[in-house]
C-alpha cells in the first residue's frame, strides 16, 4: 500500500526539539504530589519488601505477567515475564535452578533472558545454558521435556528476572506452566494448532507457593472470538478493550498471599483465585469435538471380537442384558489393562489411543483404558462413549477444558448414560468409584451433550459393617474375629488391603491389629477373592492377644478393641484416623461419604459383668454424626460405634461440626470399660 | 588380548538378539532359548516349586554378567526372565526403571519381550519404540549439573496375568582411568528364583579377589579369548527374608568380588577430590569468615560450617557413585547451590579445612558389620562422610543429612579412608549402652506432680549431639524426653553432672500435668517409652505386631534400658500398681520391680538386649522382651 508522502521538518525546528528533549533528559520530570513514576523491575524489586514482610517465605512473586495472544487457527503464543524477589538463604538455595516443562508434541518453549538483579544492576545469565532434558516421568510416558537453567549464587535481596516465549498448547490439566498465544502461524504450525482448532481455553490460579505482588493475565483474541470467562475463589482487577482487529481482556490480582496448607485439602482450584476461560460456544460443541476426535479410535478387531466373547462366554453373559455385559467387560478392562501410558506421538494427551492398541499393549492411562472399554462394549453390541471428567477437583460452569481424566459411558435405551471408570476400579466391584461421586463428566457425542454430574452418594451406600465378636479371658487374654463387610466404596478399599503381597497378608492385619495391642498372635485371614466380583468385599481377622485387658484391682479393664481397630486406620476410617488440625481454612476433601456401622461382643468370663459406660452425646452435625452405646446382653458386653462422613467435601465453615464428630468418635474410642466378677461395685 | 576381549564382548551383544530370533520361538507352546537358557525347562521348574500356584512371581532366572574389558570399561548386563501371577507381581517387574549415566555410558536394551497365550509380545524380537522411555530421574530435576543421569523406563507391552515378562539390557561404562571395580550379588530376591546367577569376566591376569557368604556356591571358572569367566549359581533359591533388612547380604547367600589390587588402592580412587589442598575461592572464603566471625574454638567453628552448607547448599538425594570419580570442585557446589553426597563431601571438606580442621573422607561398612579384609571393595561401605578433628573436637559429617555427631560409637565399625581399610575398636567395648532415665515426683502446689530427675544417656544411645553437640539444643531435647514418659510434661530447669561425647548425664526439674479422672475417679499415670531410648535403636524393620519373621533382627550393640520412677502419692492413695515381672531369656532380659520406700512407691523398669544378630528362630525371644516393655501393664499406676 503507498505511503502518504511526508511533511519535511524544517532543520531549525529539529534543532529546537533537539534541545528541548536534551534539556528533558537533563533531570527528573516533575511529578505531581504523591505521583510516582512508572515501576521498573528495580523499583518493584525494592518495594516487594523483605523478608520480615513476608514471614516464612523464602521468596516473592514481584511481578508477572502472561500476555497470550491467540491466532485465528487457535495457535496461541505468550510473552512471559517473571520477576521474583529472593528474600532469605533458604530462598537461595531452594531456587537456584529455573525449569519449564513442556511437551514437544504440541507445544515450544524459549527462553529468552534472564537476568539477575542486584545493587541496582542487571546481571545477565546466559540463556545458551539451558539444558533441554527428558522430563521426569512416572505412570504416565509421553517423552515429555524439561528445561534447566543454573543461575549463579543468589544472595537475599537478589531479583530473578525472566522472559519467556511459549507457543503451542498443553493437553487437559496434565501440565503445569499454562498454555500458549499467538503470532502468524508458519507451515510447521500445525502441531500447535490446539485439539479444537481455532478455540482457545485457560484455567488460571492467582495463587503459589509465594506471595505474589502482582499477577497479570492477559488475553488478546481476534476480533470474531468470543469468550466465556468467570472469576472464582476471591477478587480479581480486570478490564476489556478492543479494536477493530483484537479484543484484548486483562486480569491482574495484588497482594495475593501464598497458599495455605492443610491435611487433606484439594486442588488449588477449589479455593485459589482463578479466571476461567474458553472460546468454546457450549458444552455441547466441546462434547461433539471429542466424540469427532476420537471417532475413529474404538474401531473392533477380530481379535478384540473374541475375546468380548469369551470374556462373556465365560461369564455366563452372552446374550444377558446390556447392562451385565457392560459390567464383565468393565471388570476385565480394570483388571487387565495397567496404568502405563506410552506415547501415540501427535495427538497424545487429547486422543484416545485405538482399542486395537491398548489391547496390544495391554496398558494406558484412564483414557486408553476408557477407550478400551468403549471399544470392547461396542464390540458387545452396546452403544458405548468416552467421557472426559475431573477427578477430585470442580469444574466450573465454562466449557473450558477443566478436565484431568476420562471414562466411559454407555448409552441406555432412554437415552441417559451410565457411567464407568475402568481406571479407579480394579479390584473393586463398583462400576464407577465412590470416590468421584459429585463429580462433573461430559460425554462425546454427535449430538453434543451438555455438563452433567454425578450424584450425590449418602453414606448408607459405603457401608463398612464392622462385627467383632471377641471372649476375654479371666487373665485378660481376648481371643476373637473381626468381620469386615464393605459396599460402595468400601469394597474397593477392603480388596486393596487384601490385595498385597500373598505371603504378606497376615502381617498387613496383624499391623493393623497392633492399633489394638502388638501383643496380637495367630492372625488368620479369610477373604473373597480380591477379584470376584460377585459380592461385596469381606474379611475376616481371627486373632488372639495375650494380656490385653489390664488387671487392675481384681478386674479387668479395656477399651473397645474394635474402636481401635477403626481409629488408627486410614482405610478402614478415613475421617477418624486422620490427625486433623483445630481450625481450617480451606475445605477438606475426603472423596468420599462412609458410614461406619461397627458392633463389638464381648463375652466376659463366667459371673463377671462390666461396667456400662456412660453414653456419649450423640453428635449429629451437617458433615458428620457419631453415635456409641454399650449394653450388657447376658454375659456379653455389647459396644456399637456409629459414624457418618456426610460430604465428600467440607468447608471451612462446615468444619467445627466435622471434628466436634470425630472427637466424639475419639473419646468413645478412649472409654475404659471395667468387668469384674459378680459386677463392678 | 584387548582386541580378543573386545570381540568376545560384541559376540556376546550380538548374540542376544540373534538367540531370541532363532530359539523358534513361534506361535505355540515352546518359550524356547533365550540367550542360552531354556525357558521351557525354567518354567516347568518353577511350576514343581512348593507352593507354585499361591506366589506373586517366581524369578525363571536372575542374572547379571559383569565384562571388565582391558581399557577399563565395564560392561553390565542383566537378564531377567519372571513368571508373574499376580497384580503384586506384575507392580513388581512389569515396569522398569533402570538408572545409568549418559554422560559415561551406554545402555542398550536387547530384549522386552511378554510370553503370553503361546507368543511374545509384541514379537520374539521386536521392541517397541515407546516402550523404552529416557526420563530424569525426579532428585535431579532442579540439578543440572546431574543431568545426565538418566533412569530408562522398560515398559512390557502385552501384559496379562498370569505370565512370563522376559528384560535384558546392557550398560557398558566407559569408566577409562578406573583401576579396579567391585560389586555384590546377592542371590536371594524378592520373589524366589529358580536360577539366580552371577558372572565375572575379565582379561586374563587380573586379579579378582572374592569371598562367598552363606552358602554361595564356589565359581566355576572358564577362559577363552584372552579372558577369564568366573560364574557363581545358585538354584532354587528362596526369595529373602520377611520383613526386608537393610543389609540384605546379613542373612542371605552372597558373593563379593573385587579387582582393586588393594585396600589403598581402592581408597585413593574414592578420595580422589578430596584430598585437594586447592585454597578456596576469594568469594567462598569471604563468606566462611564471615560466618566464623568470632567462633571461639574449633567446636563453634565446626558448628558454623555446617551451618552454612545446610543454609547454603541443598542435599540432592542421588545415588551419587557414578560421579565418585569425578566430584566437583567446592566453587561449583556452592555457586550451584546443590549437590549429591560426594560434591557435599568435597565442599565440606573444604570449608572444614578452611576453617582450620581437618577433614578425611571416610566410608562406614554398611550397618557397621564387619568386613572381609582379604576382598577390598566398596560395594558393602555407605557414605561418603567426613572425620573431622580440631582442638577437642572429633566428629563424623554426614554430608546428605547434613548432621555431624561427636558420639563415636555412632561410627563404631570399619571405615574405609583415602589410605585404605580402618579397623577400628568396636566402641561397645569401652562404652556400655546405657539409657537411664530416673525421676522423683511429688504433688506439686499447683495440681500435678513436679519433682527432679536425671538422664542418663551412654554409647550409642548419647545424647550429646542433640542436647548440646554441634547441632544440639539441651532443653529442647530433655523436655522432648521427659513429655515421652509423661504426656504434657515440662522441663522447668536443667544441669549437666557428665557430658562428653560418648556419655551425657543430665540432671533436670521437670512439671506433669495431671490428668482427669477417669469414670472410676482415678488418676491414670503411664510411664511411656521414652524418646532416644531402646527402641530408637532398633532396626526400622523390627515390628512388634509379628509374631515370626523370615529374616534376622541385626542389632547395633548390647542395650540397657532403665527407666525408674519414684512417686509420693501425697493424700492420695494407690489404686493400682503393676506387679513385679521378669522375663530372661537367650535375647536378654525384661524385669519390673515396684517397692515401696515409705509413703512413696519406686518404679523399675529394665530392659536389656544382647548383642549381635538375631536369627528368625529367636525373634520370639527378643518380642517378647520389647513387648514386656511395651507393654501398658507393666506402665501404668493408678491413684485415687
Partial sequence: MPQPPRPAIPSLLLGFLLVLAAAAGAGEPV?????????????????AGDAEAHPGAGLVVVFEEMVNRVQPSGVTEVDGYRLTKVLTPAGCRDNSVLTWRYDPQSSRVEVREVAVLRDGERLSVDVAAVHDLPAPQSAIYWSDRIQL??????????????????????????????????????DDDARFIPPMPGEYFDIVLFAEDAPIVEKRYVLSLPADKRLHAEVHNGALYSSVAYDAERTEYAWWGRDLPALVHETRQPAASDFAPKVVMATVADWESKSRWFFDVNRD??????????????ILAAAGLTGAAPERRAEALLHWVAQNIRYSGQTMGPGEGFILHSGAMIFEQRSGVCKDIAGMLVTMMRAAGLDAQAAMTMAGSRIEDVPADQFNHCVTALRLPDGSFRMYDPTWVPYDNNIWSYSETEQHYLVGSPQGDTLDRIAYSPPAESPLRAVHRATLQDDGTLTGEFELTGRGVMDGRLRGLANGRRDNLASVFAKALAAVSPRVEGV???????????????????????????????????RSPLMQLTLHDGTLFRAGATAWEDERKTDILLYFTQLLDGQETIRLPRGWRATVAEQPDAVDEIYAAFTGASRHDGNDLVITQRFESRRRQVPPDGYPGFKKAVDAARAWGDRVFRAEKGGVR | MKRTLLLCILAAILAAPAAAGTSGVSPGTSIGTSSGRDLDALLARARALPGFAQRDAVLLCEARLVTVSPGGDLAVRTHQAVWIATRSGLNAYADQRVPWHAGTSTLAVTKLRTWRDGRWWPDAVTISPTAVVETLPYALEYAADYADLRETMLLHDGVELPCLLETEYEIVERAGAQAGADGLWVFARRDPAVVSEFALCVPVGVAVRHVERRGAPAPTVATAHGATTRTWRLEDVPQHGLPAIAVPAADAPSVLWSTWDS????????????????????????????????????RSKARAVVKLLEEGVRSVHVDDRPWRAAARRPERTWDTAYGHGSDRAVLAAALFRGAGLTAALRYRARGGRPVDPQVPAAAEFDGPFLEIAG???????????????????????????????????????????????????????????????????DGLFSAHDRMAGLDGDAQGHLGAVVASVFAGATVAGSNPATFRPEAVTYGFTANVPEDEADDFDRLRLTVGDPLGGLASLLPADVHLYEESRSSAVLLPGSLVQRVRTTLSPGDREFAHLPPDREVVNAAGRFSLRVERDGGRVVVKRELSVAAGEVPPARWPELRALLLEDADPANRTLLLR
Avoid at chain 2, 577430590?273 to 567462598?284: E, H, K, R, T
Avoid at chain 2, 543429612?401 to 579397623?423: C, D, V
Fill in chain 1, 31 to 47: 511529578l505531581p504530589p504523591g505521583d510516582r513514576p512508572p515501576p521498573t523491575a528495580f523499583t518493584r524489586l525494592a518495594d
Fill in chain 2, 391 to 457: 582442638a577437642g573436637l572429633g566428629a563424623f559429617y554426614d554430608p546428605s543429612k547434613g548432621k555431624l555427631t561427636e558420639s563415636p560409637s555412632a561410627f563404631a565399625g570399619p571405615l574405609l579412608g583415602g589410605s585404605g581399610l580402618i579397623q577400628r575398636p568396636d566402641g561397645e567395648a569401652t562404652v556400655a549402652n546405657l539409657f537411664a532415665f530416673d525421676i522423683t515426683l511429688a504433688p506439686s502446689d499447683s495440681g500435678g506432680w513436679c519433682g527432679a530427675g536425671s538422664l542418663r544417656t
Fill in chain 1, 149 to 186: 537453567l543454573q543461575l549463579p549464587r543468589l544472595r537475599p535481596g537478589d531479583g530473578i528476572e525472566v522472559r519467556t516465549w511459549r507457543k503451542g498448547f498443553t493437553y487437559a490439566l496434565l501440565g503445569g506452566d499454562g498454555a500458549a498465544a499467538g503470532g502468524a502461524a508458519a
Fill in chain 2, 263 to 298: 585396600w589403598q588402592a581402592l581408597g585413593a580412587a574414592l578420595s580422589r577430590g578430596f584430598d585437594d589442598d586447592a585454597p578456596l575461592g576469594a568469594a567462598l572464603r569471604d563468606t566462611l569468615a564471615a560466618r566464623l566471625g568470632n567462633a571461639p574454638d574449633d
Fill in chain 1, 297 to 310: 479410535q474404538f474401531d473392533v478387531t477380530p481379535e478384540i471380537r473374541d475375546k468380548v466373547d469369551v
Fill in chain 1, 524 to 558: 488368620r485371614v479369610t477373604h473373597r477373592r480380591t477379584d470376584d466380583f460377585g459380592g461385596d468385599m469381606r474379611i475376616t481377622v481371627a486373632y488372639r492377644i495375650p494380656r490385653y485387658a489390664l488387671p487392675v484391682d481384681g478386674g479387668l479393664e479395656f
